[in-house]
């Protein structure tokens, strides 16, 4: 009798839970387009959370809703459901109200989850997929060239160098490129036919805004000289050029003397009434912090000085400087 009684409990709460999910999928459908992704998102989020107040009840009671919730698609399958369960468990409610996961899609938010490490580096590569539109193919790219590792040390790094603290958000102290043949890079020609080879995944290193203009764009002033410019870029929200020149070796202010020029003639030659003024990017593969910021001292310009690292070496890197903190 006392089994049977227990069956009979069992079932009812069973069933409140399956009454609760169900008008939670009804409420949420019914909800306006534009905010389907968000709709489905706290959706699974309600689901999770009735689910893992019956976690003492293993796996067949989820295997049982699955069944029970076939009438709703495919979206509530078993594995998918034990994936809300897990979305639930990892964060607060408050966390996901206040971060940016309503506005992603949720095989993006499941891919964040299983690759990362930490809930820190969650609640970050959410936050960088919404403000970047970054897609999952992008979100795993990404996490593969460590960008949540490299964003610990680049706030607080001494060896990247702007003269103007407006374009710390365009800048970053270390690029990564993960499409480069070092074996194959004598000068700096090689490395900048290997970004433009690869010109999206560049691109995509760079950060959202940067559009191509032209590799060794051809400066012609008025008095008939032909320069070239490595890399002529324009970055789209913040509406002004950007001159990057590639050097495959360590920083030296002579450098500087010739970005300097670039960034005067595009002003002159190129920039219109809509645009802003010129920015200028030095590349390179080194950088000594005195020199650099010496260099740059008392510059009214916009110029930046980053480093690039070839995927291989971004291991060492990072735990060299990790290790620093």
């Known amino acids: 009798m006392k089994n049977e009684g227990k069956l009979e409990n069992f079932e009812k709460d069973y069933f409140d839970d399956l009454k609760r999910i169900k008008e939670t999928i009804r409420e949420n459908q019914n909800k306006a387009m534009v905010v389907v992704n968000s709709a489905m998102i706290m959706t699974y989020y309600e689901i999770g959370t009735i689910i893992n107040e019956r976690k003492t ?160 764009y051809k400066l012609v002033t008025p008095t008939n000289k032909e320069f070239y410019i490595d890399l002529l870029m324009y970055h789209t929200k913040i509406h002004a050029y950007v001159v990057i020149e590639v050097k495959i070796g360590e920083f030296n202010p002579s450098d500087l003397g010739q970005l300097i020029f670039y960034v005067n003639a595009i002003d002159d030659l190129e920039k219109t009434e809509l645009d802003n003024d010129t920015i200028g990017l030095l590349l390179c593969k080194d950088a000594d912090s005195y020199v650099a910021k010496t260099s740059l001292n008392k510059s009214q310009m916009k110029l930046g000085i980053s480093k690039y690292k070839i995927i291989e070496e971004l291991p060492e890197y990072l735990e060299r400087r990790l290790n620093k903190k």
């Open 57 to 216: 009840w293993g796996s067949k009671y989820i295997q049982n809703l699955s069944n029970d919730l076939k009438e709703y698609g495919k979206g509530y399958s078993y594995e998918n459901l034990y994936r809300m369960s897990k979305f639930s468990y990892e964060f607060t409610r408050e966390e996901i109200m206040s971060q940016p996961a309503t506005q992603i899609p949720w095989f993006t938010i499941i891919t964040i989850m299983q690759k990362s490490k930490s809930h820190k580096e969650m609640l970050w590569y959410i936050n960088a997929t919404h403000k970047n539109g970054w897609s999952r193919a992008m979100v795993l790219n990404q996490i593969e060239m460590k960008a949540y590792e490299r964003s610990l040390i680049e706030p607080d790094t001494t060896e990247i160098v702007r003269s103007d603290d407006s374009i710390n958000e365009i800048f970053k102290d270390t690029y990564v490129f993960d499409f480069t043949d070092k074996n194959n890079i004598k000068n700096e020609k090689d490395l900048k036919n290997q970004m433009i080879d690869n010109i999206i995944k560049f691109l995509n290193e760079l950060g959202p805004g940067f559009s191509l203009v032209g590799k060794e």
